[in-house]
């Protein structure tokens, strides 16, 4: 199986060595990712039972489902610092263990403050893993692959809403009462155990990066190792960043944080409150519940890979996210304006979502192309930082929103205006900043 396009390679061997590379991480990598969202973001589903049973508002789950990123950004740049530390296996694998444990105590929630002390340590426990596992393709792929390969990890997010609505809808559908325990509890346990076996599998499976992959030849080794040397040589000598200290002074990237945290407000204000959405459009079985919520996902996953491809290809980054983020906002419009109308509304959602996860995806090549070394790592962790507090804010203020006018469609335009001003944010970038400058192309390299 290809992953990579041949367009984006000066030779055969370099086609064939990126794909080799691929088919060992990105599939191992993508399943982590999508136990990860699906952790994360089942306590939507969850929600369509244990509210009346903990006597939780939609306020106050909209403040638990949001305070999971307060925890989360807390430990994001630390965390990235420590996997540079320790080495990525033993670290990702860490991490995937602790926060399986936690994911799979929720199951013992038994009124709104245990499921927020509960929510806020789950954060705490998967800080890292996100901007870790971009940290670590780093350490594979030279920048004109980036957008490529984080469009295929990011069909995590897409794949755990296709697989994980009508998984969740099945579990609380068919073992609810089972044993005596409701089926949002036996979704937490069966949604949260993979995340620990995940975990030691991961500690034996992933190398630290290719230069101790034996499954690699000496001569794929070296290749992969000498492309990405002389791509940081490049770097440093056109003055990027390389400390700590070079990402929190550069503006770039906090202008890039902003954006990304506007396109991770929407994405995660819809995962978590799209299972209500969807309820409120008069979908009230559980079951049928996950299968709708599949859809925009569903479309999403196709969007963002054919996004990510082209952006690669041409190597322009700027107008693509531009573009993205306008679907993005238009889609919430729709959606919002729609609300009576089951298919126009899911047609909105589908935009939401495609063009946010495909923005995001094109976004996350572009920290490469200004920092290295210990800047990368502090760069990407702080983006990732900032972004997720959308998490946190976006899922309250539509909890709160619902909670006082009874009308969620306010909710999404107010992330509509907010996707707007994300791709003023992105217009603004520089030039350099936004496209492949002082990185070799693919036919440069062949030189």
């Not at 602790?98 to 038994?110: H, N, P």
């Not at 804010?393 to 539509?398: F, G, I, Q, T």
């Amino acid at each position: 199986m290809k992953f990579l396009t041949r367009s984006s390679f000066a030779n055969d061997a370099e086609y064939l060595t990126y794909n080799k590379v691929s088919r060992r991480l990105l599939p191992f990598l993508l399943l982590l990712y999508i136990i990860s969202f699906l952790d994360r973001v089942n306590v939507g589903f969850a929600k369509l039972q244990m509210s009346s049973e903990i006597g939780l508002s939609d306020a106050a789950f909209g403040l638990g489902a949001g305070i999971f990123f307060i925890g989360y950004a807390l430990f994001e740049i630390p965390s990235n610092l420590l996997l540079q530390r320790f080495g990525a296996k033993f670290w990702i694998a860490r991490i995937l263990v602790v926060w399986g444990i936690i994911s799979t105590a929720m199951c013992l929630v038994e009124s709104p403050t245990s499921f927020l002390v509960l929510r806020f340590l789950l954060g705490i426990a998967e800080a890292g893993f996100y901007p870790g596992v971009i940290l670590y393709l780093t350490y594979w792929y030279p920048l004109r692959l980036r957008s490529q390969v984080c469009s295929i990890f990011f069909l995590g997010v897409p794949l755990s809403g296709l697989i994980g609505g009508p998984l969740s809808g099945w579990i609380m559908h068919s073992l609810d009462g089972v044993w005596g325990h409701s089926g949002w509890q036996w979704m937490f346990v069966l949604e949260g155990g993979p995340a620990i076996l995940a975990g030691i599998f991961t500690y034996f499976y992933l190398d630290n990066g290719p230069r101790a992959a034996k499954w690699l030849s000496a001569e794929e080794r070296e290749l992969v190792a000498s492309t990405l040397d002389k791509e940081t040589a490049l770097q440093l000598r056109a003055g990027h960043g390389h400390k700590f200290m070079d990402a929190i002074r550069n503006g770039n990237v906090w202008q890039l944080a902003a954006a990304n945290f506007t396109l991770l407000s929407s994405i995660y204000g819809v995962s978590f409150w799209m299972p209500q959405i969807v309820k409120d459009l008069g979908v009230t079985n559980v079951l049928s519940n996950g299968l709708l919520t599949a859809v925009p996902f569903g479309i999403a996953a196709i969007g963002m890979v054919l996004v990510g491809q082209h952006s690669d290809k041409t190597g322009e980054r700027r107008w693509h996210m531009i573009w993205c983020t306008l679907v993005a906002a238009a889609g919430m419009l729709i959606s919002g304006a729609n609300a009576g109308s089951p298919v126009l509304s899911l047609i909105g959602l589908s935009m939401a979502a495609t063009g946010a996860l495909a923005g995001i995806a094109v976004m996350w090549a572009l920290p490469g192309a200004i920092l290295t070394g210990a800047a990368a790592a502090a760069g990407i962790a702080l983006m990732a930082t900032i972004g997720n507090l959308g998490g946190y804010l976006a899922p309250y203020m539509m909890g709160l929103v619902k909670q006082r006018t009874a009308h969620l469609e306010y909710g999404l335009y107010t992330m509509a205006i907010s996707l707007l001003v994300g791709a003023i944010i992105i217009y603004f970038l520089p030039k350099t900043v936004a496209a492949n400058k002082g990185v070799p192309s693919a036919r440069k390299s062949a030189a």
